[in-house]
């Protein structure tokens, strides 16, 4: 049930030190294999930490070319990560699902989650 909840929750969070391609809540395996890693109290606080990411994590899964109010052009390339508060004009103005929010739902909701699991 946790593993479901996580996923539900931390599925789409940016993968980073601690949450890694072996070890996330992206699938269910890969989900209970993190969960038993965390009983073993193994890292578990900078999996929590990991999934209270509210920085750098506006995912951009295309390189676009924008231009500028003054007439430059910038491009934002593919694979580049966003914030989106510094960069709330930038992402605003993205063309629909170039940008992918990999942020977490909310820190505190992560906080619950882990502390009542551990």
């Not at 593993?3 to 949450?19: C, D, S, T």
């Not at 934002?76 to 940008?99: K, M, Q, R």
Request: glycine share 4%.
């Amino acid at each position: 049930m946790q593993a479901i909840i996580g996923m539900n929750l931390f599925g789409h969070v940016k993968l980073q030190e601690a949450l890694i391609f072996q070890a996330n809540f992206q699938d269910f395996p890969t989900a209970m294999l993190l969960l038993f890693r965390m009983t073993t109290v193994e890292n578990w606080n900078s999996v929590m930490f990991d999934c209270m990411q509210m920085q750098d994590c506006i995912f951009v899964s295309t390189s676009v070319q924008l231009t500028q109010p003054d007439g430059s052009v910038a491009t934002v390339w593919e694979g580049t990560y966003l914030d989106s508060e510094e960069d709330a004009a930038l992402i605003a103005s993205l063309p629909h699902g170039v940008a992918v929010n990999q942020c977490s739902p909310a820190p505190a909701l992560a906080a619950i989650y882990f502390v009542t699991y551990m």
